[in-house]
């Protein structure tokens, strides 16, 4: 399995960033794909993730910001952010997660968002 995550960058408070992960070597229906993010000092923790069907899933702190969505047919998903905060500062992890809940990582994308 490997995940291939792009888009990270530097942006002011308010801004606007979309990150992308292609998938290889997996059967990408079968996976739940998620983003996750680790910000210094903190626990890596959910941001959003979609199963193959469809079905977001949105941390509380990004919901009506953030926006997850997969193209089967890519073996991409895209995690669309708005409205960013200096919070939302941290390393942004793509992962494939299977029925047995087995996490495959990708590398991270840094994400900066200053005041």
């Known amino acids: 399995v490997q995940l291939q995550a792009s888009g990270g960058g530097s942006v002011q408070a308010g801004g606007s960033l979309r990150l992308s992960c292609a998938a290889s070597?997996?059967?990408?229906?079968?996976?739940?794909m998620g983003w996750y993010r680790q910000a210094p000092g903190k626990q890596r923790e959910l941001v959003a993730d979609?199963?193959?069907?469809?079905?977001?899933n949105y941390a509380d702190s990004v919901e009506d910001r953030f926006t997850i969505s997969r193209n089967n047919a890519k073996k991409s998903v895209h995690l669309e952010m708005n409205g960013l905060k200096p919070e939302d500062t941290a390393v942004y992890y793509c992962?494939?997660?299977?029925?047995?809940?087995?996490?495959?990582w990708g590398q991270g994308t840094l994400v900066t968002v200053s005041s």
């Open positions: 070597g997996v059967n990408f229906i079968s996976y739940r």
């Open positions: 979609c199963t193959s069907g469809g079905t977001t």
């Open positions: 992962a494939a997660v299977t029925r047995s809940r087995d996490y495959y």
